[in-house]
T-cell receptor, first 118, second 113 residues
Framework: AQKITQTQPGMFVQEKEAVTLDCTYD???????LFWYKQPSSGEMIFLIY??????QNATEGRYSLNFQKARKSANLVISASQLGDSAMYFC???????????????FGTGTRLTIIP | EPEVTQTPSHQVTQMGQEVILRCVPI?????FYWYRQILGQKVEFLVS????????KSEIFDDQFSVERPDGSNFTLKIRSTKLEDSAMYFC???????????FGPGTRLTVT
């Protein structure tokens, strides 16, 4: 069974500073993928970034980067130059293969509530 | 850019009533999912659907739940007799064959009173 752990229930960061949100995972599958989603107060799930287990380089998307340390089973999200609009709930998730037809499901962590202070 | 849509955005129902939550996945996607998020908690997998049948369901997805693709565009989640603990945000998601990203809809907030 898969497990995703986010140990920071809440974080407060000064505007324009960088922030790292922690995520560790546990799986016995050699092939997996890790996601980060942002959930603002309005409730929708916004995809931020994805890292495949076989990807050689850490994923980056604009101000978001994923610090992927496979041996330590961690996939931390780094947000550079934080903005007030970054205040939201952030979820780490892992994809798990669930059938022979290429079907998958996502397992989510408990999330980190990030608050950016002006 | 194509997106997953869900209706209604918010539904209030009385305990014991049946509800149907509707989703329109992205048109060329073949894998469909429902997830649930109880207020303040993490997102939980409910069910996946492929080739007109359920391919996986969680222990949450008991006999009160059912899913259907009634036509070529809609994907529905039915709760037969709602309970107070069914109050949650329900997300529909879809994925293209060979792709890794599940595209989430905006969610339906279900309130059972």
């Amino acid at each position: 069974a898969q497990k995703i752990t986010q140990t920071q229930p809440g974080m407060f960061v000064q505007e324009k500073e960088a922030v790292t949100l922690d995520c560790t995972y546990d799986t016995s599958d050699p092939s997996y993928g890790l996601f980060w989603y942002k959930q603002p107060s309005s409730g929708e799930m916004i995809f931020l970034i994805y890292q495949g287990s076989y990807d050689q380089q850490n994923a980056t998307e604009g101000r978001y980067s994923l610090n992927f340390q496979k041996a330590r089973k961690s996939a931390n999200l780094v947000i550079s130059a934080s903005q007030l609009g970054d205040s939201a709930m952030y979820f780490c998730a892992m994809r798990e293969l669930i059938s022979n037809f290429g079907n998958e499901k996502l397992t989510f962590g408990t999330g980190t509530r990030l608050t950016i202070i002006p | 850019e194509p997106e997953v849509t869900q209706t209604p955005s918010h539904q209030v129902t009385q305990m014991g009533q049946e509800v149907i939550l509707r989703c329109v996945p992205i048109s060329n996607h073949l894998y469909f999912y429902w997830y649930r998020q109880i207020l303040g908690q993490k997102v939980e997998f409910l069910v996946s659907f492929y080739n007109n049948e359920i391919s996986e369901k969680s222990e949450i997805f008991d006999d009160q739940f059912s899913v259907e693709r009634p036509d070529g565009s809609n994907f529905t989640l039915k709760i037969r007799s709602t309970k107070l603990e069914d109050s949650a945000m329900y997300f529909c998601a879809s994925r293209v064959t060979g792709g890794w990203e599940q595209y989430f809809g905006p969610g339906t907030r279900l309130t059972v009173t």
